[in-house]
Nanobody, 123 residues
């Protein structure tokens, strides 16, 4: 079964740090872009950070300079290092990955989501 699974959330004080992990089980798929989103109560889900298979990154303005996305392609895992956390970072964080299976013609493309991991920052 192809899926992505997040871990690493929790409760932290403002100014603290957390590292989220997301591991993809991919079968015959290759993984392209991997992304972290978050959704706070009453808000829409927003893109936090993105990393391509080559390692290029993009960040939401609200997290630039505080969050770092990285990936370990050998482990099919993407990380989100979150430093200088603020109360407004409190949300459920979701991992999303673009995958393609080129054993099919045309290639089969999927974009699975994880179940989410709660991050709570206390002020």
């Amino acid at each position: 079964q192809v899926q992505v699974v997040e871990s690493g959330g929790g409760l932290v004080q403002a100014g603290g740090s957390l590292r989220l992990s997301c591991e993809a089980s991919k079968s015959t798929f290759s993984i392209n872009d991997m992304r972290w989103y978050r959704q706070a109560p009453g808000n829409q889900r927003e893109l936090v950070a993105r990393i391509t298979s080559a390692g290029s990154t993009n960040y939401a303005d609200s997290v630039k300079g505080r969050f770092t996305i990285s990936r370990d392609n050998a482990k099919n895992t993407v990380y989100l290092q979150m430093n200088s956390l603020k109360s407004e970072d409190t949300a459920v964080y979701y991992c999303n990955a673009d995958m393609v299976d080129r054993t099919y013609y045309p290639p089969r493309r999927i974009s699975p989501w994880g179940q989410g991991t709660q991050v709570t920052v206390s002020s």
